[in-house]
């Protein structure tokens, strides 16, 4: 079984920062892409930024320049470090991981969810 535990989450004036992590639990697991994404209320997910391979980025237009996502490929972690907070930034932030899982019957390949952490910014 694989987890991912989110932590970093909290209240921050605008203009203030927050750094995300995310860390995945299991043995025998391979993590390719992770990434970072958001739900306001009353709206869709969104992705916020994805890394793959440990340095290719992607980042959604209304946090270019303000979030930095990252990865310690030592410990399969992935961080978001996000700066310049809006009030619009305010949301359940979700880290997912393509995860392949190695077994003795064959590979599982799925993507893995964890349980969101809050990040709210006051203006």
């Known amino acids: 079984q694989v987890q991912l535990a989110e932590s970093g989450g909290g209240l921050a004036q605008a203009g203030g920062s927050l750094r995300l992590s995310c860390a995945p639990s299991?043995?025998?697991?391979?993590?390719?892409?992770m990434a970072w994404w958001r739900q306001r209320p009353g709206e869709q997910r969104e992705m916020v930024a994805s890394?793959?391979?440990?340095?290719?980025?992607n980042y959604a237009d209304s946090v270019k320049g303000r979030f930095t996502i990252a990865r310690d490929n030592t410990k399969d972690t992935v961080y978001l470090q996000m700066n310049s907070l809006k009030p619009e930034d305010t949301a359940v932030y979700y880290c997912?991981?393509?995860?392949?899982?190695?077994?003795?019957?064959?590979?599982?390949?799925?993507?893995?969810w964890g349980q969101g952490t809050q990040v709210t910014v006051s203006s």
């Open positions: 890394i793959k391979n440990g340095i290719i980025t």
């Open positions: 997912a991981a393509d995860v392949t899982i190695f077994t003795k019957w064959g590979n599982k390949r799925m993507d893995v």
């Open positions: 299991g043995s025998r697991i391979s993590i390719d892409a």
